[in-house]
């Protein structure tokens, strides 16, 4: 009788508890940067917490696949914090507005109520970010105003004078454990009245921006390395380069979505960490699709040239692809591919023009893409092919270059 008892009991209290969790209110996060480096389930478990943020990718690119990340759960509201990785790598004010206004739109026309998590000042020793976060912050408050949309501000409680308080961050625009604490504490207060009481980042910021991508690159890596290919999703989705350059010493250092200016996130950890002999350089094409100046494009691209040689290793930028089927887009990559050529010519870089045996005048040919900017298997055989012919005119201090 007392077993019967027992399991009664228990089965009770693990019928209790199950109606709790799932009487919790959902709450969708949809963050990068700050936002993304605090573990939302574990700090707020009151809430059935769904977090559907990309870290290391801008608002505007966070839409792929959020039907199944965030959507289809059907939070009762979501937490929309971004900006600064936006204004750390060069975005328009105008493109960042518009990711915000996009997101919040398909939330609010899946019912999802959004909330907006206003972009976190930095140190005073960053005056223009700040001028910009202002400038971010003012016009998202008078947009949601105009919307009818809630947004939170933590500079109250994490600011002196306008800028991020030195006790709370320390690098200068990360927020440390206790000024991650106060974004938590302002978030909860704001669910408990919603649902009642249910310029160059520092190296510490792209750490944790890219803590993610660099483990995934350094466990695929092979343990000799001497070769690396940096770039985007074109570089990444060639996978194992190992067998397509007939060698056994090849890191593929890409990562699907990455700006020129998130490439640098990777050039400490996954190129230079490695001592390679040389490194191929291609990327471009995603801060195209998110309106990055060229100027600030090229300026990337310098940055991550003129660390390498200062490494001791040869750096090789390759062309930008073109697409396939946009005039517009392939008029801007044809000037910026220009720019990058006459660069490396004044520089004595290396240049290997991909565009030549990929595209006709119409752009990225048919036959080598899958979608109008990622290639086929076919395609991957010529870049290859590219790579293969140039490796073999180089020899250990060779520097001839092939332009």
Not at 147 to 164: A, V
């Amino acid at each position: 009788m007392k077993r019967l008892l027992f399991f009664m009991l228990t089965a009770w209290s693990l019928l209790a508890a199950g109606d709790a969790l799932a009487a919790r209110p959902v709450v969708g996060f949809l963050t990068n940067g700050e936002g993304s480096r605090i573990d939302w389930e574990a700090r707020l478990p009151e809430y059935d917490v769904t977090e559907a943020g990309e870290g290391q990718f801008l608002l505007s690119q966070q839409h792929w696949d959020l039907d199944r990340r965030l959507l289809d759960r059907r939070p009762d509201g979501c937490i929309l914090h971004a900006g600064l990785p936006e204004i750390l790598l060069g975005q328009p004010l105008p493109r960042i507005l518009e990711a915000f206004r996009s997101v919040c739109m398909r939330l609010d026309t899946t019912g999802i109520r959004p909330v907006l998590l206003l972009t976190t000042p930095v140190s005073a020793a960053h005056p223009a970010v700040n001028a910009r976060i202002r400038q971010l912050n003012d016009t998202l408050r008078s947009w949601a105003a105009g919307q009818g949309i809630d947004w939170l501000d933590p500079t109250d409680r994490l600011c002196e004078k306008g800028t991020l308080a030195p006790a709370y961050t320390s690098d200068g625009m990360m927020l440390n454990a206790a000024g991650q604490e106060i974004l938590v504490v302002e978030v909860r207060d704001f669910l408990r009245t919603m649902y009642g009481d249910g310029a160059r980042p520092p190296a510490t910021a792209c750490t944790a921006l890219a803590d993610g991508v660099v483990r995934r690159i350094l466990a695929a890596s092979p343990r000799e390395v001497r070769i690396v290919l940096l770039g985007d999703s074109l570089t990444a989705n060639g996978g194992d380069w190992n067998p397509r350059l007939g060698r056994h010493d090849v890191r593929n250092a890409g990562q699907g979505g990455f700006l020129t200016g998130q490439m640098r996130w990777l050039l400490d950890t996954c190129v230079l960490a490695a001592r390679p002999a040389i490194c191929f350089v291609l990327g471009g094409i995603n801060d195209l699709f998110n309106d990055i100046p060229p100027e600030r494009i090229l300026a990337n691209q310098q940055r991550i040239v003129t660390r390498l040689r200062e490494a001791g290793i040869k750096p090789v930028v390759q062309s930008v692809l073109l697409v396939h089927g946009n005039a517009a887009l392939n008029a801007r990559i044809r000037s910026l591919n220009t720019d990058l050529a006459a660069w490396c010519a004044e520089q004595g870089i290396d240049w290997l023009d991909l565009n030549r045996g990929l595209t006709d005048d119409n752009g990225l040919k048919a036959r080598y893409t899958t979608d109008g900017t990622h290639l086929t298997e076919e395609g991957y055989g010529i870049w290859s092919g590219v790579l293969r012919q140039y490796l073999a005119t180089q020899k250990p201090g060779a520097t001839k270059s092939r332009r």
